[in-house]
């Protein structure tokens, strides 16, 4: 998910290009605001911390652009790109990194568990949205064994 910070600072495209060009398939995107209880549903890990209003009235002040990626090791690979939360500890080359501000504005949410993904897919999207096909280089880059 790219967030609030993400979408009013105009760099969805870069980041998105970032997967694009790592080999990453986009099998699903939506614009969506936030609601309370989404948010709330979304981030129920962390209800309990003092920064958790902060972090609700963030989220829920613009768009995110959600999005499914598809690839080997999908979830490990985006995470490491993505880099650690905090941005100033994320290294350059990372896009928390090169485009994070801080903590709380760091551009990007990625699923830390193929269970989560699984989880925060079926939160955000209906089965016919996410979509099934096949890239042109897929075949050449993953072979016929590895597509997954």
Do not use: W
Request: hydrophobic share 35%.
């Amino acid at each position: 998910m790219l967030k609030p910070d993400a979408v009013t600072r105009g760099l969805c495209g870069r980041i998105l290009s970032r997967f694009e060009t790592r080999g990453f398939k986009i099998v699903a995107a939506k614009m969506m605001r936030f609601d309370q209880g989404k948010c709330e549903e979304h981030y129920a890990h962390l209800k309990d911390k003092p920064f958790f209003p902060r972090l609700v009235e963030f989220i829920c002040q613009t768009p995110v652009l959600t999005m499914v990626l598809e690839g080997k090791d999908a979830v490990n690979q985006v995470r490491e790109m993505c880099g650690p939360t905090d941005c100033g500890k994320a290294p350059a080359g990372t896009i928390r990194g090169d485009f994070g501000l801080s903590i709380q504005s760091n551009v990007i949410h990625a699923s830390d568990s193929l269970e989560t993904a699984k989880q925060e897919i079926a939160r955000f999207f209906k089965p016919e949205e996410l979509m099934d096909y096949v890239t042109l280089s897929e075949p050449i880059v993953y072979g016929e064994d590895e597509r997954k």
